[in-house]
């Protein structure tokens, strides 16, 4: 099954792996990722698995800030997600992979080794 890691922001480092159900992200505790991001809504983002289309589907639960994949903005009606597409959500990033881990550890060398997570941005301090 497909995953979730968090790249950016209060939470970095969080692993979800995502079932067949479906997945919520938003600030509430009620959520599969409560993310404590003040420019997150309660209830933020769904992703959901297709079975019809065989494929997991991002939507935006009509957040107060709105919700971008890849840089773009993300609607209700959802957007079928692909290996390595990102999900911005207020200063919070999320990082959609269909490889499931066997846990968080092994999710988070697999994105480092593929450059993720961030340390490709770092300048190199002299």
Same mark, same amino acid.
């Given at each position: 099954?497909?995953?979730?890691?968090?790249?950016?922001?209060?939470?970095? +480092? @969080?692993?979800?792996?995502? +079932?067949?159900? /479906?997945?919520? $992200?938003?600030?509430?505790?009620?959520?599969?990722?409560?993310?404590?991001?003040?420019?997150?809504?309660?209830?933020?983002?769904?992703?959901?698995? @297709?079975? @019809?289309?065989? $494929?997991?589907?991002?939507?935006?639960?009509?957040? /107060?800030? +709105?919700?971008?994949?890849?840089?773009?903005?993300?609607?209700?009606?959802?957007?079928?997600? $692909?290996?390595?597409?990102?999900?911005?959500?207020?200063?919070?990033?999320?990082?959609?992979?269909?490889? @499931?881990?066997?846990?968080?550890? /092994?999710?988070?060398?697999?994105?480092?080794?593929?450059?993720?997570? +961030?340390?490709?941005?770092?300048?190199?301090?002299?």
């Amino acid at each position: 099954m497909a995953s979730i890691l968090v790249t950016a922001g209060i939470n970095k +480092g @969080d692993y979800y792996p995502l +079932g067949a159900g /479906s997945f919520t $992200a938003g600030r509430e505790a009620s959520n599969t990722a409560q993310l404590l991001d003040d420019r997150i809504s309660r209830s933020h983002l769904r992703i959901r698995f @297709d079975r @019809d289309n065989k $494929a997991y589907v991002a939507a935006d639960l009509n957040s /107060s800030n +709105g919700s971008m994949l890849n840089g773009k903005p993300l609607t209700a009606e959802g957007e079928a997600l $692909a290996d390595g597409d990102e999900l911005k959500l207020g200063d919070t990033a999320l990082r959609f992979s269909v490889h @499931d881990f066997p846990d968080k550890e /092994s999710a988070l060398k697999h994105y480092k080794e593929l450059r993720w997570f +961030g340390e490709d941005q770092r300048q190199t301090m002299i």
